[in-house]
């Protein structure tokens, strides 16, 4: 029997796994104590597996050659088959039924025990592979073992380095969906705010959703998004701008102001804004514009109201950097290193899935469904 290494116990190499036939022995290899480490922290552990939408913008390549072999759908029927209860929610987003990132993982491992060709071997580094002969050694700290065929599923932990001997080029390895760091504002952290639309024009970008400010950054699923648009870009930074209140125009906003101005005449400008948005927010916008907070509503100008319906629309935020928080990077083995059923061109054998793989997608499940696809293309392949 043909003797296949899975390097990497996560998400992507499960699924290869659970796909290969039955005749062929596969060993799955871990570097830490257990697999699936990962799968039970995504979706704040409730694991996002897929999503019933797909679009042009869900990934940083084109991958419909792939998704057309195993998508969204095929993932659903799939663990369906394999005793997983799913739902989606109202933008596509699915889920298990239990709302526990466990209940996936388990059903696989589940599957795997009954697979008697698949053994797991945990807490081994993988530290290099080479080409002797017919076989490939795989060298581990202590110890090497010779395979016939190997699939790395290694991950952003892998040393992209050590498979160019191969002739497999790489992109360096960049966060992705993560914060974005700006500068230090203690008097917003902690301070969310739902419904807002994001623009970036840097890499031409626009999303509504819900944002957080952090001390020292911003986070938040569309921030999350747009760090994947800049980190695909390699811009470290660039200006964001933010409209706080995108149900509405410019217009109708104005003389929104205008109207509680009349209202709210005897008032002190400190609390003109109060009702209006979190109190961090009312408090940082009048604070932006040098308003006296002790003066009167009533002082308040016509110019002093439209500069103040400007920022609200328009409110602008340069970015540093990424933070550290990052979920996925982007980078890993160029596609067009590889052939349609994920093997090295160059190297009959060698096969690469998951994210060490130049594939990410934006927040929703993507990311996840593509270490589904890539797992059973070459699963079945071997």
Request: aromatic letters at 10%.
């Amino acid at each position: 029997m043909k003797n296949v290494c899975i390097l990497g116990g996560g998400a992507s190499a499960l699924m290869c796994a659970c796909c290969a036939k039955d005749n062929v022995n596969v060993k799955i290899i871990e570097q830490n104590s257990k697999v699936g480490k990962k799968i039970l922290a995504t979706g704040n552990g409730r694991c996002n597996l897929t999503n019933k939408i797909v679009n042009d913008k869900s990934y940083n390549t084109d991958i419909k050659n792939f998704l057309n072999k195993f998508n969204q759908f095929d993932t659903l029927n799939f663990f369906n088959s394999i005793g997983l209860e799913t739902y989606a929610d109202n933008e596509g987003r699915v889920y298990p039924f239990s709302n526990s990132a466990s209940s996936v993982l388990e059903v696989l491992l589940n599957y795997l025990i009954n697979k008697k060709n698949i053994n797991i071997d945990t807490d081994k580094k993988f530290v290099d592979i080479e080409k002797i002969d017919n076989k490939y050694r795989i060298q581990f700290e202590d110890s090497f073992e010779d395979f016939d065929e190997v699939i790395v599923a290694l991950g952003n932990k892998a040393n992209l380095n050590l498979f160019e001997k191969f002739g497999v080029k790489n992109n360096p390895f960049v966060p992705s969906l993560c914060g974005l760091k700006t500068s230090k504002n203690k008097n917003l952290a902690g301070t969310r705010v739902s419904n807002v639309k994001v623009f970036c024009k840097a890499v031409n970008f626009e999303e509504t959703g819900e944002i957080l400010f952090r001390e020292d950054g911003i986070s938040g699923i569309v921030i999350f998004n747009l760090s994947a648009f800049l980190s695909r870009a390699k811009i470290n930074s660039a200006e964001i701008i933010i409209d706080l209140m995108p149900n509405i125009n410019f217009e109708i906003l104005l003389n929104k102001l205008k109207n509680r101005k009349e209202l709210l005449k005897n008032y002190k400008i400190n609390d003109f804004l109060t009702g209006f948005f979190n109190k961090t927010i009312n408090f940082d916008l009048i604070n932006k514009l040098k308003f006296d907070l002790e003066k009167d509503v009533s002082k308040l100008s016509d110019k002093d109201l439209f500069n103040l319906a400007k920022l609200i629309k328009n409110y602008s935020i340069k970015t540093l950097g990424f933070l550290d928080n990052n979920q996925v990077f982007n980078g890993g083995v160029k596609l067009s290193s590889l052939t349609n059923c994920l093997e090295a061109k160059n190297q009959k054998g060698l096969y690469f899935i998951g994210e060490i793989v130049d594939v990410d997608g934006v927040c929703g499940g993507y990311n996840l469904q593509w270490a589904w696809t890539s797992g059973k293309i070459v699963g079945e392949n071997l």
